[in-house]
């Protein structure tokens, strides 16, 4: 029986920890161990994260520090439109799996060479959720074979890779000014955060 991508989300949510709350709350707080980043929730980034949290889902790539490398690259191959912040982010990201899980990254790339995502499509989260998972996935071209890559596919890759070491020292180099601008901030706000963790 199909299900539908909200019920999928449930089961996502419930699995991973994560909460749809964390949507509208200021900061995003998310573990890398052995570190803990801090971010602020962005116009960007609070549009890109509910359809992220949906390609997990769609994808089958899990919410640990690889998976979330493997996604960032499938994000970036089939495009994140005009999301700046999804574009920066998803390259910081790519770095850890051109680090730790090369094969699986590239992999990854290649699949989203083919196959498209959520970032450029018009429906509300609300309608998307109501979806079959199933009849998406083969909307999104999830549902095919992955595809040998070609020698343009591995030149791309190439680029974007050597793009994402760039972002993510930067983003890396950025982590203790987060830090200290996170902790100066009223209790309030913290009290309104919540923190995802990556395995």
Do not use: K
């Not at 909460?19 to 709350?25: F, G, H, I, L, P």
């Not at 890398?32 to 549009?47: C, E, V």
């Not at 909307?139 to 760039?166: E, I, N």
């Amino acid at each position: 029986m199909s299900t539908s991508l909200e019920d999928d989300r449930r089961r996502f949510f419930h699995s991973t920890g994560f909460d749809a709350r964390a949507y509208d709350r200021r900061w995003l707080s998310f573990r890398l161990r052995p570190l803990t980043i801090h971010y602020p929730m962005t116009r960007g980034l609070r549009a890109a994260l509910p359809r992220h949290d949906l390609h997990h889902i769609l994808t089958g790539y899990a919410a640990d520090v690889v998976g979330e490398a493997e996604i960032a690259a499938w994000e970036l191959a089939s495009g994140c439109g005009r999301n700046a912040t999804a574009w920066y982010g998803n390259l910081a990201f790519m770095s850890l799996g051109v680090l730790l899980a090369p094969v699986r990254t590239l992999a990854a790339f290649v699949r989203g060479r083919s196959s498209a995502n959520l970032y450029a499509d018009p429906t509300p989260l609300e309608r998307l959720l109501e979806q079959p998972t199933e009849s998406l996935r083969d909307r999104l071209g999830l549902t095919h074979s992955t595809r040998r890559g070609t020698l343009a596919d591995v030149a791309l890759a190439a680029a974007t890779s050597a793009a994402s070491l760039v972002a993510g020292a930067s983003f890396l180099g950025a982590i203790p000014a987060l830090s200290l601008i996170h902790r100066m901030l009223p209790d309030a706000e913290h009290a309104e955060e919540s923190t995802r963790e990556s395995h």
